[in-house]
Nanobody, 127 residues
Framework: QIRLTESGGDSVQSGGSLILSCTVP????????IGWFRQAPGRAREGVSC????????FFADSVKGRFTISGDNITNTVNLHMNNLKPEDTAVYFC????????????????????WGPGTQVTVSS
């Protein structure tokens, strides 16, 4: 059973930066988009960003647009979420999931469109 792995979570101060990595099986990116989601205590899982190597497409939620970027390649088999100008409201457990499709949505990320979830990595931003 495929399961992705997240890493890179840490505690940082407001305005800081982090890079989260999602490790995927070899050649996986040729056939699947990768989505990043986050879940804060007491809140629903929120779609943050999506990356598609095969189409070159990306997606960012409005809450992170202009602050986060995403990249990936099938040499290192990772998808990296580059998070800049972090805010306390970015505090959450971040998960990556394998998309059922190769492309990223242009509207809204739904966690039902992804699977093979990793265990998550904690990001804490203090003010």
């Amino acid at each position: 059973q495929i399961r992705l792995t997240e890493s890179g979570g840490d505690s940082v101060q407001s305005g800081g930066s982090l890079i989260l990595s999602c490790t995927v099986p070899p050649f996986n990116l040729n056939y699947h988009s990768i989505g990043w989601f986050r879940q804060a205590p007491g809140r629903a899982r929120e779609g943050v960003s999506c990356f598609s190597l095969s189409t070159g497409g990306t997606f960012f939620a409005d809450s992170v647009k202009g602050r986060f970027t995403i990249s990936g390649d099938n040499i290192t088999n990772t998808v990296n979420l580059h998070m800049n100008n972090l805010k306390p409201e970015d505090t959450a457990v971040y998960f990556c999931g394998q998309g059922h499709r190769r492309w990223c949505t242009a509207v809204r990320l739904e966690d039902t469109d992804f699977g093979a979830w990793g265990p998550g990595t904690q990001v804490t931003v203090s003010s």
